[in-house]
């Protein structure tokens, strides 16, 4: 008997989701910006900063693993976003738009990042080391807060090893739960190059988190 | 023979993305009938699913809600600076009053004062303007000007001199002299022997020779 393939009834309860995109709203401010209104645009943007801060938060902390640095990254995209939103299509998500500034923003840390401790003789991974989060979890046992903890750090640190297009298209993808086209419009690519990149990123990361 | 894993991993995200399966049909008729292959991808839904889980449990405990309203406060503050207007400042309403001259004394010094002051620059302008005038334009004509102008200080000399009349003054002044240097002043002697001489001239020190 055939079956096709459905989402694992089995699977653990999703964190509590994060607000998706009310397109009026970015479309509203921007029609405030073109016509020059701008206290009352910025108003309006703290309510979107608002809806959008959460899931911007996690992404840039995927990239960075420091809190402080994503927390940089994040103000720096939004600045950035409003500073542009008059170029903003708002016939198009401003979720999507968003994502690729933060996703360069991030990116461009990295980078930065690199050439900082390029010049840090001796520190190299024990310097990342430092950035691993200690923190409680909300699992039920010690022992699974422990494990789960293990499994985040684990992960986080198979996804930095991975190429950059890599480990945007699985961030994007894996751990934030983006469609396909949704991350193609973030990143530029094509679907099915997000696709591959997505097939070879998987692959690198079950492979880095076995061996590790 | 079986899917390889990273397939059904990246299956296994399309179906919790709600992406359509990028497989191949023959692919999806395996999976629909192998039931290793689909409880490999059970698995492996749950695997991502907890793996997203962590990470959002990693991240969100780096931002508490206290920590997401400061960063929205300094987003907005930096925007406010950033889109602030320009500053104006007030032009004074009130513009502050000069004391006034009321006395007459004071009115006229004033005035005259002004007036000498007037009076001197506008004379001593005429006469800087009169002499530019008056003074040729072209350089052998103002070094003719000048000359004529000047007292005649320079007494010409050498071969081609123009003769000098000499007046009966200046000859017993001319004779004293000579007379003067006859003597052979001793002092100067040690000068004079340190002088060259014309070939065939007369010797300086007559006496010496005797």
């Given amino acids: 008997m055939s079956r096709v393939p459905t989402v694992s009834a089995a699977l653990p309860a999703g964190k509590p989701a994060i607000s998706r995109e009310q397109p009026e709203l970015a479309a509203e401010i921007h029609l405030l910006v073109t016509a020059g209104r701008w206290n009352d645009a910025r108003e309006r943007y703290g309510d979107l900063v608002a809806q959008h801060q959460r899931r911007a938060s996690r992404l840039a902390y995927y990239y960075l693993r420091d809190a402080a640095e994503a927390d940089e990254a994040v103000q720096d995209a939004f600045v950035k976003a409003f500073s542009h939103f008059a170029s903003y299509d708002r016939t198009r998500p401003f979720e999507i738009w968003f994502t690729r500034i933060l996703v360069n923003a991030c990116l461009d840390r990295v980078k930065a990042r690199k050439r900082r401790l390029r010049w840090q003789v001796g520190l190299g991974d024990q310097s990342d080391e430092r950035l691993v989060p200690e923190q409680p979890t909300a699992s039920d046992s010690p022992e699974a807060a422990l494990l789960q903890q293990e499994r985040a750090q684990r992960l986080m640190a198979a996804i930095r090893e991975l190429p950059n297009r890599q480990r945007t298209v699985v961030v994007l993808s894996h751990l934030d739960g983006r469609t396909t086209r949704e991350v193609s419009e973030a990143t530029g690519l094509s679907e099915s190059t997000v696709r591959v990149h997505l097939f070879r990123g998987l692959r690198r990361l079950r492979s880095l988190m076995t061996h590790k | 023979m079986h899917l390889r894993e990273y397939v059904l991993a990246g299956t296994a995200l399309q179906l919790q993305n709600g992406d359509p399966l990028s497989l191949t049909p023959s692919a999806l008729e395996h999976l629909a009938r192998c039931a290793r292959c689909a409880a490999r991808l059970d698995e492996l839904q749950q695997v991502l699913a907890g793996d997203r889980h962590a990470a959002a449990d990693a991240a ?79 350089p052998h004509l103002q070094a003719r000007h000048f000359a004529r102008q000047a007292p005649r200080y320079v007494v010409e000399s050498g071969p081609d001199a123009p003769a000098v009349d000499k007046s009966p003054a200046d000859e017993t002044f001319l ?20 002088t060259p001489r014309a070939p065939g001239s007369a010797p300086r020190h007559p006496h010496r020779e005797r």
């Fill in chain 2, 60 to 138: 969100d405990a780096m931002f508490p809600e206290p920590a997401l309203d400061a960063q929205r406060d300094a987003i907005l503050t930096r925007l406010a600076k950033r889109h602030a207007g320009a500053r104006v400042l007030m032009f004074p309403t009130t513009i502050a009053r000069l004391p006034r001259r009321d006395r007459p004394v004071t009115r006229w010094i004033s005035g005259a004062a002004a007036a000498a002051m007037f009076a001197g620059v506008f004379t001593g302008q005429a006469i800087f303007t009169r002499d530019v005038l008056l003074q040729p334009r072209t």
């Fill in chain 2, 175 to 194: 004779s004293e002299i000579e007379f003067a240097l006859g003597r052979r002043n001793p002092a100067l002697r040690a000068l004079d022997d340190m």
